[in-house]
Each structure stands twice: as structure tokens, then as C-alpha cells.
């Protein structure tokens, strides 16, 4: 009785000891395989990794403070790049003691290593005007912002009003900090009758 136990406790420690050495041996090999093709172990990296619908978020500033509000419809995160497509995108600046400026557009892509949003279709930019500040709209149909530096730019065709007057060019370079717009190529002015300033 003594040896038939004996006997099956080997081998039931033989079947644990050969279990556990495929378990591991299986873990290194797909390890390995992971580390030579991380397309393999990680899914397609090129498929979404989440989809978030009706979302928002704030950026905040090196001291704590909100530097611009970013709404959407629907944001698809790609891990290949590190980029999101935004549907319905409008971001919001918060600079202290400034009025707003808001853009909208029909698509974003949001290249989050750079920190750099590409908008596309029917791209809207709005700003108020201030005691300190004419009223301001931009119209184009694709702007790449830079929100860390607070500059815009675009190779399409733009039509902007500020207060009165009405611009229109191709291309075009805006730092929100300075207040300076810079039009590339040759474009129009429409300055109203002194009357109508």
C-alpha cells in the first residue's frame, strides 16, 4: 500500500514538473516571436485600439492652469503613429483675460507625438472681439494648428474679417501670441469707407 502511494506521488511530481516546463517553454516562445514581429503578439497595429464617442478633454498648461478644450463627435485612436481622427472636432483656447477662440471643422487627425492637429473641411475660426481685440473669423478648408505654440497655418485658400476688413489669399501663417497673420501669395483686400469703421 506504502509503495502504490509512493509510486503515484512520483508520478503525479513527474506530471506537474512536465507541465510546468511546456507551460514556460510555450511563454518564452511566444515572447520570442513577439520581440521579432510585435505585429503578432499586439494585433494589427494599423486596426483602432479604442473609439471614444461624444468626448472632451482639457490641455493644461506647465504651471496647472487650462490651456485649450478639445470637443468631438467621435475620436478613433491608431496605435501605428500614434495618431486620432476626430469627427466633428472643436477646440477652444483659454488664454487668461482673452476672449476665446473657437475652430470647428468637419475631420481632425491629431498627430500625438507632435502635439499638432491637421482640421479639414469647412474649417471655422472664430474670435469675439475684445476691448483689446478686433472680431475675428477665418474661413478655409484645411488649417494645421500647433495649440502648444499657438499658431496656425494653412496652404489652402483663406478668407478672414477682421473687424471691417475682409482678406483673402492662399496660404497663410497666424501666431495667436503676437497677434500677426502673415498671407503668403497674392490675395485681395476689401477695406470698408471710413464711415463704416
Given at each position: 500500500?506504502q ?40 494585433g494589427?497595429?494599423s486596426?483602432?485600439d ?11 498648461t506647465?504651471e496647472?492652469k487650462?490651456?485649450?478644450l478639445?470637443?468631438?463627435?467621435k475620436?478613433?485612436?491608431?496605435p501605428e503613429g500614434d495618431?486620432s481622427l476626430?469627427?466633428r ?14 475652430i470647428?471643422s468637419?475631420?481632425a ?8 492637429v491637421d482640421?479639414?473641411g469647412?474649417v471655422?475660426v472664430?474670435?469675439?472681439a475684445?476691448?483689446t481685440?478686433?472680431?475675428?473669423r477665418l474661413?478655409?478648408?484645411a ?5 502648444d505654440?499657438?499658431?496656425?497655418r ?12 475682409t482678406?483673402?489669399?492662399m496660404g ?8 500677426q497673420i502673415?498671407?503668403k ?5 476689401v ?7
Amino acid at each position: 500500500m506504502q509503495k502504490s502511494r509512493t509510486a503515484h506521488r512520483w508520478r503525479l511530481l513527474f506530471t506537474l514538473t512536465v507541465g510546468i516546463f511546456i507551460a514556460l517553454g510555450s511563454f518564452w516562445l511566444l515572447e520570442v516571436v513577439q520581440r521579432e514581429d510585435p505585429k503578432l503578439g499586439g494585433g494589427d497595429l494599423s486596426e483602432p485600439d479604442y473609439i471614444v464617442e461624444k468626448f472632451s478633454f482639457v490641455r493644461m498648461t506647465t504651471e496647472g492652469k487650462p490651456h485649450y478644450l478639445f470637443y468631438g463627435a467621435k475620436l478613433t485612436h491608431h496605435p501605428e503613429g500614434d495618431v486620432s481622427l476626430v469627427e466633428r472636432p472643436m477646440m477652444q483656447n483659454m488664454t487668461p483675460g482673452e476672449q476665446p477662440m473657437m475652430i470647428n471643422s468637419l475631420t481632425a487627425t491629431i498627430r500625438h507625438q507632435e502635439n499638432v492637429v491637421d482640421l479639414l473641411g469647412r474649417v471655422d475660426v472664430l474670435r469675439p472681439a475684445s476691448p483689446t481685440a478686433q472680431y475675428l473669423r477665418l474661413k478655409t478648408e484645411a488649417l494645421t494648428v500647433l495649440p502648444d505654440e499657438d499658431r496656425m497655418r494653412s496652404n489652402q485658400k483663406v478668407v478672414m474679417t477682421l473687424g471691417q476688413t475682409t482678406v483673402a489669399g492662399m496660404g497663410m501663417e497666424a501666431n495667436n501670441a503676437t497677434r500677426q497673420i502673415q498671407f503668403k501669395g497674392r490675395g485681395q483686400i476689401v477695406v470698408p469707407p471710413n464711415a463704416a469703421r
